[in-house]
């Protein structure tokens, strides 16, 4: 994973600014630096959830398993109740039972607990059991208003020797020619298996839950290293790449992770735009300073032999024009660059025409261009918003304003308009505009014959026209009755349009 | 050996016999008949109740060293069954010392429920064969638990709760005078008993004998079992009705009378008592038979009592007589029955286990016993057994 730095390429930037990854290190090195990996945020989480769901299980499980527990073994004490009531007849007036078998043979189902019975007569005399063994006294309340109950069984929780017991009663009715009234028939028994059983069945619920959380974290670590595979081709890929290989990515990958793979598309592409912007600069520089620069040496040398002093002395205001001109060439130039580079990488922001218009007109750049010349700025009240960038829109409008001082009829016109959803800043003169076959040439990148003068005719117009397509617009010209106007239309925002 | 016995003999011991092993026996007949009249006036009183008024104990004895610490067995089992056991105990733990105390069944139950009431007593070991009292006892909550490897040894249907244990395991065995009956007549099942009741021959008149079981919980217990067990048991206390059968109490009279000849056949004796009567001559008489039908086992249990005073040492006894040591001891003494193919007949499947589960608790129950023993009074009469 570690790579020499030498096979990275450059690190900075076109524009010059460091690039993300100055240090040289590999990416992975930076995701170990941030605070916790995937893999163990997702084991923590399904950690604490198999935590919080265990105690959740547990809970659960243990009222589960208890009320099970209850309800089965209240079954068997129910059961063995109604098997003595069943036993019990009536002989000599009397009610006798005979303890049958099967009752306590149900209850032994609950092997080592102990048990308890009792049968009472209507008056609650012991007739046979154990004589501590008595229905609460609630239980002829509770009797009475579970009279309609099919059984009116009545189950009660009580303490025998110390040790929490269940009990459940019982009543037999008997209507006898000797015997009237009711009997009834008390059984408990200890709580040693209904615990056992909530218990068991607790113990079991958790261990289903922990094997099952087990399984998911497993299944959590395969689920994220198959994830993340795509991120390692990925790595792989960009490793092996030239680096002036900038077109995108086409990997492809998860829904998630390809977020990661479209922003860095994007942000190849703008360097690839920009490392082409570059490159033209560069191509446009050597190619249009090489003959102004050539002229220079000419005329310097010329100065250098000329003996007349007078001559030489025109000859050296003519190569300081030259140099002058060359000056602002390189200006525009750099301009053009700047605007290049910004319209790709500048955030968009809501800016006014209006503003825009004032600062190219109280800039006072024509005031130098133009000396004396008559400029008239045309706004009105209400703003003209668009989305661009500043300082974009301010180098077209002065290379608008100069462009017109420089080659329209004063007096000139800078204005802010709008029509049909467009904004429209505009520069009239007073001229009747260019030749039209310049006009057909006017805003190519550059323009040979105004390089080779030394003059940034076209140029200005070309940075327009780039400001005007990287912010959606477009550069028209148009012969109006107050003479020549260029105009850079821009569309106006959705909610204003 | 040190070793004393104080014999306080009484009820229907009818005669101190022989002079084996069991000779030190010394009677106190004079209190015989009073207590006898006294039982008589108040069985009928307190037929309903589990305890009829036999409240001391028969004989005691002490085992082990002055020095050692002496802890209390409370027990239904004749001084001379136990002796060695005791012995080996105290020789091999010279530490305790034995006092112990023989009692009859009810007599043993009643003390045993009056120490778990007052929570104070002297017993440290209650050790009984009226397995059904024990099991109320325990599920009365007067016992204390206690587990080791060597009880949870035990099957499941000797033990119940970790606090009752059955050590012993004793055939319930049919015994006949050899001498006076012709071998061929002996009855090796319920059946032939009963056939052989049914022919009402005047010879078995008056001369057949159990136990009975108002007198001895271990009595009423094995009846109890015999009617839940088959439906023999009817016929059976039909029979003992045509012939004139004798109830009466103890083991070691019934066998005395058998081996005399006073009785020809006695129903539902514990084997082990055999072992105890072994006077030359006197076993030479007596014939035992396991009844091919079904033969019941019967474990004798071992209880230690909430209010013992000395636990770790009825827990340190219980597990001698649970070891290797103290069973094969138990086994000479008769106590451990050990099934020989090549001699006893007896197929397996008609082992019958009285099992030590809280489905003892309905032979304690006032009513199933009233009437129970109102079915068995129907037959030998209300009036104490015939001498």
Not at chain 1, 476 to 491: K, M
Request: glycine fraction near 8%.
């Amino acid at each position: 994973m570690a790579e020499p730095r030498s096979d990275r390429g450059p690190d900075r930037t076109p524009d010059g600014r460091p690039s993300g990854r100055r240090d040289g290190s590999p990416p992975f090195r930076r995701r170990a630096r941030s605070p916790a990996s995937i893999q163990l945020r997702v084991t923590a989480s399904v950690l604490a959830l198999l935590l919080v769901g265990g105690v959740g299980v547990a809970i659960a499980s243990l009222a589960y398993g208890q009320q099970a527990a209850r309800q089965s073994y209240d079954r068997l004490l129910l059961g063995a109740a109604q098997d003595i009531a069943e036993s019990i007849t009536i002989i000599n007036g009397g009610p006798v039972t005979a303890l049958p078998l099967s009752a306590f043979e149900l209850l032994a189902q609950a092997p080592d607990d102990r048990i308890f019975y009792a049968v009472r007569n209507a008056g609650g005399a012991l007739l046979t059991g154990q004589e501590d063994v008595a229905p609460p006294a609630a239980f002829r309340e509770a009797r009475e208003a579970r009279a309609r109950d099919r059984s009116g069984a009545v189950f009660y929780d009580a303490r025998m020797q110390d040790e929490k017991a269940r009990f459940v009663s019982v009543p037999r009715r008997f209507a006898e020619r000797d015997y009237s009234g009711v009997v009834t028939v008390t059984v408990g028994q200890t709580m040693l298996a209904r615990n056992d059983m909530a218990y068991m069945l607790t113990r079991d619920a958790l261990i289903a839950a922990g094997v099952l959380g087990l399984m998911l974290m497993g299944l959590s670590v395969l689920v994220i290293r198959s994830a993340l595979r795509p991120m390692e081709r990925i790595a792989e890929e960009m490793l092996a790449r030239d680096p002036y290989d900038l077109t995108p990515i086409i990997t492809p990958l998860p829904a998630e992770l390809s977020v990661l793979t479209e922003a860095m598309n994007r942000f190849m592409g703008r360097l690839d735009r920009q490392v082409g912007a570059m490159r033209n600069l560069i191509s446009d520089t050597a190619h249009q300073l090489r003959t102004p620069v050539a002229a220079l040496r000419v005329q310097a040398e010329l100065a250098l032999e000329e003996e007349d002093a007078a001559k030489r002395q025109q000859m050296v205001a003519r190569l300081a024009g030259r140099t002058r001109s060359l000056g602002e060439l390189l200006d525009q130039m750099l301009s053009r660059a700047l605007v290049i580079h910004r319209t790709d990488s500048a955030p968009r922001l809501a800016v006014d025409l209006r503003d825009v218009a004032l600062e190219a007109v109280e800039s006072g750049d024509h005031q130098l261009l133009a000396p004396g010349a008559e400029l008239e700025l045309v706004i009105g009240e209400a703003p003209v918003c668009v989305l661009a960038d500043e300082m974009s829109l301010q180098e077209a409008a002065k290379n608008m304003l100069s462009n017109a001082l420089r080659h329209g009829v004063a007096p000139v016109r800078i204005g802010v308009s709008t029509e049909r959803g467009n904004a429209v800043l505009w520069v009239e003169d007073s001229g009747p505009g260019p030749a039209d076959d310049l006009l057909a040439r006017i805003g190519n990148r550059f323009e040979r014959s105004a390089a080779a003068r030394g003059q940034s005719a076209g140029l200005g117009l070309s940075i327009v026209q780039s400001v005007a397509s990287a912010f959606g617009g477009d550069l028209t010209f148009a012969v109006t009755p107050g003479g020549f106007r260029v105009a850079l239309r821009l569309p106006l925002p959705e909610e204003t349009a | 050996m040190i070793s004393r016995f104080a014999l306080l003999h009484r009820l229907c011991r009818p005669s101190p016999t022989g002079t084996g092993p069991a000779a030190p026996y010394e009677g106190a007949r004079a209190l015989g008949p009073i207590v006898l009249g006294l039982t008589a006036a108040l069985a009928t009183a307190l037929a309903l109740l589990s305890a009829p008024p036999l409240s001391a104990q028969e004989a005691t004895a002490r085992f082990g060293t002055a020095q050692g610490t002496p802890f209390a067995v409370y027990s239904t089992t004749d001084i001379a069954i136990l002796r060695p056991a005791l012995e080996a105990f105290t020789a091999a733990n010279p530490d305790l010392s034995i006092r112990y105390e023989q009692w009859g069944s009810n007599a043993l139950y009643a003390e045993a429920r009056q120490q778990c009431r007052t929570g104070a007593g002297p017993a440290d070991v209650i050790f009984s064969s009226a397995v059904h009292q024990m099991v109320e006892l325990v599920n009365s909550a007067c016992a204390r638990p206690y587990s080791s490897p060597r009880t949870q040894a035990l099957p499941e249907t000797r033990r119940w709760r970790d606090e009752l244990w059955g050590v012993t395991h004793e055939p319930v065995v049919t015994i006949y005078n050899r001498r006076l009956m012709p071998p061929g007549e002996a009855p090796r099942t319920r059946f032939e008993l009963l056939d052989l009741m049914r022919r009402a021959d005047p010879r078995y008149f008056g001369r057949v004998a159990t136990y009975d079981i108002e007198a001895s919980g271990l009595g009423y217990l094995l009846a109890f079992a015999d009617s839940l067990e088959a439906t023999t048991f009817g016929a059976l206390l039909e029979g003992f009705a045509r012939i004139d059968a004798i109830a009466t109490c103890c083991s070691a009279e019934i066998i005395e009378g058998v081996s005399e000849g006073r009785y020809l056949i006695a129903y539902n004796v514990l084997g082990s008592y055999l072992q105890l009567q072994s006077a030359p001559g006197l076993n030479a008489n007596v014939g035992v038979i396991l009844p091919e039908d079904y033969t019941l086992f019967l474990s004798r249990a071992y209880m230690i009592p909430r209010s013992a005073g000395k636990p770790e040492a009825a827990q340190r006894l219980l597990d001698f007589l649970l070891g290797p040591e103290g069973r094969e001891i138990l086994r000479r003494s008769g106590l451990v029955f050990e099934r020989d193919p090549d001699v006893q007949g007896l197929p397996e499947s008609s082992e019958r286990a009285v099992e030590i589960d809280p489905t003892l608790l309905i032979a304690r129950d006032r009513q199933r016993r009233a009437s129970f023993i109102a079915q068995w009074r129907s037959v030998f009469g209300d009036a104490e057994p015939a001498p």
